[in-house]
């Protein structure tokens, strides 16, 4: 069933896209305030992954663990994008993306969605 999911963002996740999603009506959770500042990734892939949220990230190393925890079938649920294309597009792009993921029927049919940002 489509819908907002909740999120869990790495500290990589700009403040911008974490006000934007919550003026949304996104509930999110951001790792630094969660964890504290440069926490190891397991430590906040793990913490996402039993609160039962969406982990966002554009971390290329959130990227490879994810890969590890499908080769060993460790069910979670994450949003990545490359960090670079943040820059090249307006917040509400991003923003928009979110809402784009939500209105699908089986976004996460498999663990990892990539955030498509159109220009």
Do not use: C
């Amino acid at each position: 069933m489509p819908g907002r999911f909740p999120l869990f963002t790495d500290e990589n996740i700009d403040g911008p896209i974490i006000r934007g999603l919550r003026q949304r009506g996104w509930d999110v959770l951001h790792a630094t305030r969660e964890l504290g500042e440069e926490t190891k990734d397991e430590p906040l892939f793990r913490l996402a992954a039993s609160l039962g949220r969406v982990f966002v990230s554009t971390d290329r190393h959130m990227l490879q663990l994810a890969k590890k925890w499908l080769e060993v079938n460790r069910p979670f649920r994450m949003i990545w994008w490359e960090q670079s294309q943040t820059h090249r597009v307006h917040l509400s792009v991003v923003l928009d993306a979110f809402e784009d993921l939500a209105a699908q029927d089986d976004v996460f049919a498999y663990p990892v969605a990539y955030l498509k940002l159109r220009k």
